[in-house]
Every structure is written in structure tokens, then in C-alpha cells.
T-cell receptor, first 112, second 115 residues
């Protein structure tokens, strides 16, 4: 088995601030994902990375940057946080095409 | 693009009664993508409940079943007798057959099981 760790658990920032969320996995999975989930809504894909140093945009990439520093870690940066932006950001990983995704516990973002 | 529709935002069922959570999908792929049900129990992370990769096949887990129906493009989740511990949010999802890496999620259905 393995685990996905997301830090921080809660992130509070100011409008216009650059904020970074981090994700670590020890499954030794090649592919990692960042999703945004607004309250009562489904998951929307922000970025994914097929392998180390690869980055692919999802449907919601505008306003975000991502970085896959090494196979086990995947970071997401909110480039300019928007006021009243409240969502949970979920990190996931899997071993390849259409494989089961394993999710982290999430980072809850609040922008004041 | 591809999409997944879950029509019920919340379903309330009495314990020991049967359950159906509806899921339909739309895909531009000529092949048959993988279909998934994920679940989030209170206080826990999102996890796979079941997965079916072949059209016409049925998947099952923890007493839940779902059949991949390519004619009706549906993947409804069913259980014959629910328990209070089944209370959770259930998400239907569709694998992206074109690129292979993306997954499209439905909006989720919250199941409340009353004693």
C-alpha cells in the first residue's frame, strides 16, 4: 500500500497572493493529478503530470501553475488568489492510463 | 467533450431498503472507456468503490453493484439492502479513452441512510 500526503491541510491567504500547495506520494506512481472541488460540485482537473518533469493542462489551468520536482512530489501554485475563493484541492496519483486513482485528504483554501 | 451526469444531489433511504444512484455518461470516443464509482465516507478521503473496464460487465464491491450499459450509456449504482455505514458521497467517473490519463467526474450524490 501507499499514502498521499497533502500540505498544508488548511491554507488562508490574501487576495492577490501567490500560494503553494504540496503533494507527496509513496506509491511510486508515474502519474499525478491536481483537482479542484467546489462545495457540492464534482472534481475539476487543473493539471496532471504523466511522469517526472512532465506537465499537462487540465480544464481549469488558468490562474494556476504546477511543478513536478521529482516522481514522488507534485506542487500546485495559485498565481494570484481571488477573494472569496473557497475550494478543496485534491491531489491524486495512479500507475498509468485509466488506472484507479488514489487521493490525498485535500487542502482547503480560503482567500480573504 | 466527455461528461458524466448524476441527477440526484442527495438521496435518503431507510436502512435495509434498496438503493439506486443514477449515472449516465457521454463520450466522443469510439472505444469503451473505463467507468468508476468513487466514494467519500465522512472524515475520509476519496477512494475507489468499484471499476468496470468492459462494456456489458458488472462490477461489485461492499454489496454495491454497477453494470456498464453501452446502449443506454449508463452505469447506475445499486445495493439491495443499505446500512447506516453506507452514508457517504458517491461519484461516478469516466476514463478518457482518447488520451488515457484524464478522468471526468460527476457532481456526486450524497446518500443518507436513516435508521
Amino acid at each position: 500500500g501507499g499514502i498521499i500526503t497533502q500540505t498544508p491541510k488548511f491554507l488562508i491567504g490574501q487576495e492577490g497572493q501567490k500560494l503553494t500547495l504540496k503533494c507527496q506520494q509513496n506509491f511510486n506512481h508515474d502519474t499525478m493529478y491536481w483537482y479542484r472541488q467546489d462545495s457540492g460540485k464534482g472534481l475539476r482537473l487543473i493539471y496532471y503530470s504523466i511522469t517526472e518533469n512532465d506537465l499537462q493542462k487540465g480544464d481549469l489551468s488558468e490562474g494556476y501553475d504546477a511543478s513536478r520536482e521529482k516522481k514522488s512530489s507534485f506542487s500546485l501554485t495559485v498565481t494570484s488568489a481571488q477573494k472569496n475563493e473557497m475550494a478543496v484541492f485534491l491531489c491524486a496519483s495512479n500507475g498509468g492510463r485509466q488506472d484507479t486513482q488514489y487521493f490525498g485528504p485535500g487542502t482547503r483554501l480560503l482567500v480573504l | 467533450g466527455d461528461s458524466v451526469t448524476q441527477t440526484e444531489g442527495q438521496v435518503t433511504v431507510s436502512e435495509s431498503k434498496s438503493l439506486i444512484i443514477n449515472c449516465t455518461y457521454s463520450t466522443t470516443s469510439i472505444a469503451y472507456p473505463n467507468l468508476f464509482w468513487y466514494v467519500r465516507y465522512p472524515g475520509e478521503g476519496l477512494q475507489l468503490l468499484l471499476k468496470v473496464i468492459t462494456a456489458g460487465q458488472k462490477g461489485s464491491s461492499r454489496g454495491f453493484e454497477a453494470t456498464y450499459n453501452k446502449e443506454t450509456t449508463s452505469f447506475h449504482l445499486q445495493k439491495a439492502s443499505v446500512q447506516e455505514s453506507d452514508s457517504a458521497v458517491y461519484y461516478c467517473a469516466l476514463g478518457d479513452e482518447t488520451g488515457g490519463y484524464k478522468v471526468v467526474f460527476g457532481s456526486g450524490t450524497r446518500l443518507l441512510v436513516s435508521p
